[in-house]
């Protein structure tokens, strides 16, 4: 069995094993010599998939073993906790602001994590993020709002919020 095999997006058994959760496999195939760190065609470590799937047992278990949980990808500018806020998983989000990942972190396109949170409704997560620190009146890098991300995807309730708080778009 070959442990560093890469599927066509050149992801390996380990970033299956953190996107389910399974420390266990993964304890096993760092034994076997798989890096903490590796990265598929996206630039996306293990801690990436661990965040967009909620696993945060398995965030701690990565972030003993050396696993920058902060990163950025090459690829895009994501950060995990892109990906927390996004998919709504608010013990990872508050574990990460934990750690120290920074709530205004921005990728590519300038987007923060409370980008992420209003894109997809998660207006609960965009409220903790305000009140921890994010910036919720910055541009992406089209000089778009924040309240311009959800009015565009029909999230209704996240966009009378953040005019609510006099932003516009």
Known sequence: MDV???DPNERTAAHFAATRGHTDVLDW???QGVDINVKDKRGWSLTFWAAAKGQ???LKFLKERGADVAETSSYDGNAPIHFAAEYGHMEVLEWLFEQGV???I???QLWTPAHFAASTGQ???LKWLQTHGA???QKDAKGKSIVYVPNMVGHDEVSQWL???GIQS
């Open 123 to 125: 207006l609960s997560k």
């Open 4 to 6: 560093l095999q890469r």
């Open 56 to 58: 945060l047992q398995t």
């Open 29 to 31: 195939l760092t034994q």
């Open 163 to 165: 005019s609510s708080l």
């Open 106 to 108: 921005k990728n590519n």
């Open 135 to 137: 910036d919720i009146t």
């Open 102 to 104: 920074d709530v205004n």
